[in-house]
Protein backbone atom coordinates (compact mmCIF):
# COMPACT_ATOMS: atom_id res chain seq x y z
CA UNK A 1 0.00 0.00 0.00
CA UNK A 2 1.20 3.43 -0.99
CA UNK A 3 1.82 6.23 1.56
CA UNK A 4 -0.98 8.04 0.14
CA UNK A 5 -3.43 4.94 0.76
CA UNK A 6 -2.30 4.77 4.26
CA UNK A 7 -2.93 8.48 4.58
CA UNK A 8 -6.48 8.03 3.51
CA UNK A 9 -7.42 5.53 5.88
CA UNK A 10 -5.80 7.33 8.64
CA UNK A 11 -8.28 10.09 7.90
CA UNK A 12 -11.28 8.26 7.37
CA UNK A 13 -10.71 6.37 10.47
CA UNK A 14 -10.38 9.88 12.13
CA UNK A 15 -13.78 11.20 10.75
CA UNK A 16 -15.41 7.94 11.59
CA UNK A 17 -13.99 8.71 15.28
CA UNK A 18 -15.43 12.20 15.32
CA UNK A 19 -19.08 10.92 14.11
CA UNK A 20 -18.85 8.83 16.53
CA UNK A 21 -17.81 10.96 19.58
CA UNK A 22 -20.27 13.16 18.04
CA UNK A 23 -23.12 11.11 18.07
CA UNK A 24 -22.50 9.55 21.81
CA UNK A 25 -22.12 13.47 22.80
CA UNK A 26 -25.79 14.19 21.25
CA UNK A 27 -26.91 11.24 22.70
CA UNK A 28 -25.37 12.35 25.82
CA UNK A 29 -26.61 15.13 25.51
CA UNK A 30 -30.41 14.13 24.99
CA UNK A 31 -30.34 12.20 27.76
CA UNK A 32 -29.51 14.88 30.04
CA UNK A 33 -32.52 16.80 28.48
CA UNK A 34 -34.48 14.24 29.26
CA UNK A 35 -33.61 14.39 33.18
CA UNK A 36 -35.26 18.35 33.43
CA UNK A 37 -38.79 17.65 35.72
CA UNK A 38 -41.03 20.57 34.30
CA UNK A 39 -43.77 21.12 37.27
CA UNK A 40 -46.66 23.77 36.35
CA UNK A 41 -47.28 26.03 39.10
CA UNK A 42 -49.97 28.94 40.39
CA UNK A 43 -48.73 32.35 39.44
CA UNK A 44 -49.90 34.64 41.75
CA UNK A 45 -48.39 35.08 44.75
CA UNK A 46 -49.32 33.83 47.44
CA UNK A 47 -50.13 30.17 45.75
CA UNK A 48 -46.75 30.47 44.22
CA UNK A 49 -45.21 30.18 47.48
CA UNK A 50 -47.18 27.16 48.67
CA UNK A 51 -46.37 25.13 45.72
CA UNK A 52 -43.05 25.90 46.34
CA UNK A 53 -43.04 25.41 50.12
CA UNK A 54 -44.56 21.85 49.69
CA UNK A 55 -41.67 21.05 47.43
CA UNK A 56 -39.10 22.26 49.46
CA UNK A 57 -40.86 20.56 52.73
CA UNK A 58 -41.07 17.33 51.02
CA UNK A 59 -36.82 17.43 50.11
CA UNK A 60 -37.07 18.24 46.51
CA UNK A 61 -35.73 21.85 46.41
CA UNK A 62 -34.28 24.65 48.69
CA UNK A 63 -35.22 28.02 49.31
CA UNK A 64 -33.33 31.05 50.16
CA UNK A 65 -33.60 31.39 54.08
CA UNK A 66 -36.10 33.63 55.06
CA UNK A 67 -38.47 33.07 52.01
CA UNK A 68 -41.74 32.08 53.45
CA UNK A 69 -45.52 32.43 52.00
CA UNK A 70 -44.68 35.44 49.49
CA UNK A 71 -41.62 33.12 47.93
CA UNK A 72 -41.67 33.00 44.17
CA UNK A 73 -39.08 31.25 41.91
CA UNK A 74 -36.38 33.39 42.18
CA UNK A 75 -36.31 32.31 46.26
CA UNK A 76 -35.05 28.86 45.00
CA UNK A 77 -31.80 28.51 46.43
CA UNK A 78 -31.46 24.94 44.40
CA UNK A 79 -33.80 24.05 41.92
CA UNK A 80 -32.60 20.72 41.64
CA UNK A 81 -33.48 19.90 38.22
CA UNK A 82 -36.38 21.23 38.29
CA UNK A 83 -37.45 23.43 35.67
CA UNK A 84 -40.89 25.64 36.88
CA UNK A 85 -43.76 26.56 34.60
CA UNK A 86 -45.99 29.70 36.00
CA UNK A 87 -49.70 29.58 35.19
CA UNK A 88 -52.79 30.81 36.41
CA UNK A 89 -53.81 28.85 39.16
CA UNK A 90 -57.48 28.26 37.24
CA UNK A 91 -54.92 27.09 34.33
CA UNK A 92 -52.55 24.58 36.04
CA UNK A 93 -55.06 21.28 35.65
CA UNK A 94 -55.41 21.83 32.00
CA UNK A 95 -51.15 21.94 31.67
CA UNK A 96 -50.55 18.37 32.71
CA UNK A 97 -50.75 16.52 29.32
CA UNK A 98 -47.46 19.03 28.76
CA UNK A 99 -45.34 19.01 32.25
CA UNK A 100 -44.69 16.18 34.52
CA UNK A 101 -46.20 17.34 37.49
CA UNK A 102 -48.89 20.19 38.32
CA UNK A 103 -49.14 21.48 41.72
CA UNK A 104 -52.99 22.34 41.82
CA UNK A 105 -55.19 23.83 44.50
CA UNK A 106 -58.06 21.20 46.08
CA UNK A 107 -61.05 23.59 44.09
CA UNK A 108 -59.46 23.65 40.71
CA UNK A 109 -58.73 19.98 41.53
CA UNK A 110 -61.95 18.79 41.85
CA UNK A 111 -63.29 21.29 39.09
CA UNK A 112 -60.91 18.87 36.53
CA UNK A 113 -62.13 15.58 38.12
CA UNK A 114 -59.06 15.38 40.07
CA UNK A 115 -59.80 13.73 43.76
CA UNK A 116 -57.13 15.68 46.17
CA UNK A 117 -57.20 12.81 48.33
CA UNK A 118 -56.73 9.61 46.31
CA UNK A 119 -54.87 11.33 43.24
CA UNK A 120 -52.49 13.72 44.67
CA UNK A 121 -49.03 12.72 45.23
CA UNK A 122 -48.00 14.76 47.95
CA UNK A 123 -50.06 17.06 49.35
CA UNK A 124 -50.39 19.68 52.31
CA UNK A 125 -50.54 18.34 55.81
CA UNK A 126 -52.24 21.24 56.94
CA UNK A 127 -53.06 24.31 55.26
CA UNK A 128 -54.06 26.65 58.65
CA UNK A 129 -53.14 29.66 57.14
CA UNK A 130 -54.51 29.16 54.01
CA UNK A 131 -58.30 28.98 55.33
CA UNK A 132 -60.78 30.20 52.77
CA UNK A 133 -63.05 33.16 54.79
CA UNK A 134 -65.48 35.17 54.21
CA UNK A 135 -64.29 38.54 53.46
CA UNK A 136 -66.32 42.28 53.44
CA UNK A 137 -65.67 45.62 53.04
CA UNK A 138 -64.06 47.18 56.06
CA UNK A 139 -66.75 48.40 58.28
CA UNK A 140 -69.76 46.42 57.71
CA UNK A 141 -67.78 43.50 59.34
CA UNK A 142 -70.47 43.71 62.11
CA UNK A 143 -74.07 44.72 60.15
CA UNK A 144 -76.74 42.32 61.17
CA UNK A 145 -76.10 41.48 57.31
CA UNK A 146 -72.79 40.22 57.27
CA UNK A 147 -73.45 38.51 60.98
CA UNK A 148 -76.35 36.52 59.65
CA UNK A 149 -74.26 34.95 56.79
CA UNK A 150 -71.62 34.12 59.18
CA UNK A 151 -73.42 32.32 61.25
CA UNK A 152 -75.36 30.57 58.51
CA UNK A 153 -71.31 29.39 57.23
CA UNK A 154 -70.14 28.37 60.64
CA UNK A 155 -73.63 26.21 61.08
CA UNK A 156 -73.30 22.61 61.99
CA UNK A 157 -74.98 21.74 58.54
CA UNK A 158 -72.51 23.47 56.66
CA UNK A 159 -69.86 21.62 58.35
CA UNK A 160 -72.02 18.43 57.84
CA UNK A 161 -71.83 19.30 53.94
CA UNK A 162 -68.52 19.70 53.53
CA UNK A 163 -66.96 16.79 55.29
CA UNK A 164 -70.24 14.09 53.40
CA UNK A 165 -69.78 16.12 49.89
CA UNK A 166 -65.98 16.84 49.40
CA UNK A 167 -64.14 13.64 51.60
CA UNK A 168 -61.70 14.99 53.34
CA UNK A 169 -60.52 17.09 49.93
CA UNK A 170 -62.53 20.26 51.51
CA UNK A 171 -61.93 20.41 55.03
CA UNK A 172 -64.19 22.65 57.84
CA UNK A 173 -62.06 25.07 59.72
CA UNK A 174 -64.93 25.91 62.18
CA UNK A 175 -64.37 25.15 65.93
CA UNK A 176 -67.67 25.45 67.35
CA UNK A 177 -70.18 24.74 64.87
CA UNK A 178 -73.58 26.52 65.57
CA UNK A 179 -77.27 26.24 64.45
CA UNK A 180 -76.77 28.74 61.98
CA UNK A 181 -78.52 31.63 63.73
CA UNK A 182 -76.61 34.79 66.01
CA UNK A 183 -78.66 35.72 68.44
CA UNK A 184 -77.63 39.66 68.67
CA UNK A 185 -79.15 39.41 65.03
CA UNK A 186 -82.63 40.95 64.14
CA UNK A 187 -83.77 38.46 61.95
CA UNK A 188 -87.07 39.62 61.92
CA UNK A 189 -85.89 43.28 60.41
CA UNK A 190 -83.33 41.31 57.94
CA UNK A 191 -86.94 39.27 56.60
CA UNK A 192 -87.41 40.11 52.64
CA UNK A 193 -83.35 41.14 52.27
CA UNK A 194 -81.17 40.16 50.05
CA UNK A 195 -77.70 39.75 50.81
CA UNK A 196 -75.28 39.30 47.67
CA UNK A 197 -72.13 36.82 47.71
CA UNK A 198 -69.50 36.60 45.05
CA UNK A 199 -67.82 33.09 45.30
CA UNK A 200 -65.91 30.84 43.02
CA UNK A 201 -67.62 28.17 41.38
CA UNK A 202 -66.28 24.81 43.26
CA UNK A 203 -66.41 24.44 46.42
CA UNK A 204 -67.33 28.22 47.50
CA UNK A 205 -70.94 28.75 45.38
CA UNK A 206 -71.55 24.82 46.23
CA UNK A 207 -70.87 25.34 50.17
CA UNK A 208 -73.09 29.06 49.56
CA UNK A 209 -76.16 26.91 48.42
CA UNK A 210 -76.24 25.47 52.32
CA UNK A 211 -75.42 28.41 53.82
CA UNK A 212 -78.96 29.86 51.80
CA UNK A 213 -81.24 27.62 52.95
CA UNK A 214 -80.54 28.15 56.63
CA UNK A 215 -81.02 32.03 55.76
CA UNK A 216 -84.10 31.05 54.09
CA UNK A 217 -86.08 29.80 57.01
CA UNK A 218 -85.39 33.49 58.26
CA UNK A 219 -87.18 35.42 55.13
CA UNK A 220 -83.55 36.58 53.87
CA UNK A 221 -82.15 35.59 50.46
CA UNK A 222 -78.71 35.05 49.44
CA UNK A 223 -77.70 35.48 45.86
CA UNK A 224 -74.58 33.97 44.58
CA UNK A 225 -72.89 35.77 41.98
CA UNK A 226 -70.12 33.46 40.46
CA UNK A 227 -66.71 34.54 39.64
CA UNK A 228 -63.98 32.85 37.57
CA UNK A 229 -61.08 34.93 38.72
CA UNK A 230 -59.48 36.28 41.55
CA UNK A 231 -59.56 40.16 41.11
CA UNK A 232 -63.22 41.26 40.40
CA UNK A 233 -64.74 39.33 43.77
CA UNK A 234 -62.25 42.26 45.67
CA UNK A 235 -63.56 44.75 44.14
CA UNK A 236 -66.81 44.36 43.67
CA UNK A 237 -67.10 43.89 47.52
CA UNK A 238 -64.84 47.09 48.30
CA UNK A 239 -66.49 49.34 45.60
CA UNK A 240 -69.79 47.98 47.76
CA UNK A 241 -71.31 46.65 44.68
CA UNK A 242 -71.76 42.95 46.71
CA UNK A 243 -72.06 42.59 50.15
CA UNK A 244 -69.46 39.84 50.87
CA UNK A 245 -67.01 37.49 48.71
CA UNK A 246 -65.88 34.15 49.29
CA UNK A 247 -63.23 32.24 47.40
CA UNK A 248 -59.63 33.39 49.04
CA UNK A 249 -56.99 32.86 52.06
CA UNK A 250 -56.04 35.72 54.49
CA UNK A 251 -52.27 35.86 52.63
CA UNK A 252 -53.83 35.70 49.45
CA UNK A 253 -56.40 39.27 50.44
CA UNK A 254 -53.83 40.54 52.45
CA UNK A 255 -51.09 41.00 49.46
CA UNK A 256 -54.57 42.47 47.20
CA UNK A 257 -54.86 44.55 49.35
CA UNK A 258 -51.73 45.97 49.45
CA UNK A 259 -51.01 45.90 45.57
CA UNK A 260 -55.00 47.45 44.61
CA UNK A 261 -55.10 49.71 47.49
CA UNK A 262 -58.58 48.05 48.61
CA UNK A 263 -60.11 47.65 52.02
CA UNK A 264 -61.44 44.26 52.18
CA UNK A 265 -60.97 42.12 55.35
CA UNK A 266 -61.59 38.96 56.76
CA UNK A 267 -64.47 38.12 58.63
CA UNK A 268 -64.70 33.81 59.25
CA UNK A 269 -62.39 31.28 57.85
CA UNK A 270 -64.74 28.67 56.81
CA UNK A 271 -62.58 26.03 54.91
CA UNK A 272 -59.07 24.23 53.90
CA UNK A 273 -58.50 23.11 50.60
CA UNK A 274 -55.23 21.60 50.68
CA UNK A 275 -52.60 22.22 47.80
CA UNK A 276 -51.22 18.83 46.00
CA UNK A 277 -48.83 17.36 43.55
CA UNK A 278 -50.41 15.78 40.62
CA UNK A 279 -49.00 13.56 37.95
CA UNK A 280 -48.68 15.08 34.35
CA UNK A 281 -46.47 13.23 31.94
CA UNK A 282 -44.98 11.40 34.51
CA UNK A 283 -47.17 8.66 36.53
CA UNK A 284 -45.28 8.74 39.57
CA UNK A 285 -42.33 10.08 42.34
CA UNK A 286 -39.94 8.34 40.86
CA UNK A 287 -38.69 10.79 38.73
CA UNK A 288 -38.60 13.78 41.09
CA UNK A 289 -34.92 13.33 43.16
CA UNK A 290 -34.86 14.72 46.68
CA UNK A 291 -32.08 17.01 47.84
CA UNK A 292 -29.10 15.16 49.35
Known sequence: ?????????????????????????????????????????????????????????????????????????????????????????????????????????????????????????IKEDSAADYANILAVKEGNQNSDKIKALKAALESKEVANFIKKKYDGSIVSVVKNPTDGYDSSVNYAALKGTTITVAASPTPHAEILQEAKKILAKKGINLEIKEFTDYVQPNKVVDSGEIDANYFQHVPYLDDFNKKQGTKVVSVAAIHNEPMGLYAGKSDSLDKLKKLK
Request: proline content about 2%; some cysteine; aromatic content about 4%.
Open 1 to 121: MNIKGKSKIRITAVALLVVILASVGVLSGCGKKSEKVTIAIPNDATNEARALLLLEKNGYIKLKKGAGITATIKDVEDANGIEFKEVEAAQVANTLKDVDFGIINSNYAIEAKLNPVKDSL
